[in-house]
Nanobody, 114 residues
Framework: QVELVESGGGLVQPGGSLRLSCVVS????????MGWYRKNPGKQRTLVAE???????KYAPSVAGRFTISRDNTNNTVSLQMNSLLPEDTAVYYC????????WGQGTQVTVSS
């Protein structure tokens, strides 16, 4: 069993910041990729950011320069620092890791609204 537990979502005003965190526990083998996806109702889940074991990062163009992903391999955590948030960043954010299989968190709501 592998469990991903996200935290840090919530309501924030446009221009504000939030930090999402995800802790991976259970039967953990080597985690190659850790990342964050997001989804809105009626739309597909899309990549926000991901980071490899050797810390190569990839960002969606819409968040590049505003979001920063980081990982702590000792504690099996991945974080997403989100700055200059926009209303279009509103979504459910999902933690994602790749080991021998792919695993997802349960999702955390981020709402950007005044």
């Amino acid at each position: 069993q592998v469990e991903l537990v996200e935290s840090g979502g919530g309501l924030v005003q446009p221009g504000g910041s939030l930090r999402l965190s995800c802790v991976v526990s259970g039967r953990i083998s080597s985690i190659s990729v850790m990342g964050w996806y997001r989804k809105n109702p009626g739309k597909q889940r899309t990549l926000v950011a991901e980071i490899t074991t050797d810390e190569r990062v990839k960002y969606a163009p819409s968040v590049a320069g505003r979001f920063t992903i980081s990982r702590d391999n000792t504690n099996n955590t991945v974080s997403l620092q989100m700055n200059s948030l926009l209303p279009e960043d509103t979504a459910v954010y999902y933690c994602h890791v790749v080991m021998l299989d792919r695993y997802w968190g349960q999702g955390t709501q981020v709402t950007v609204s005044s």
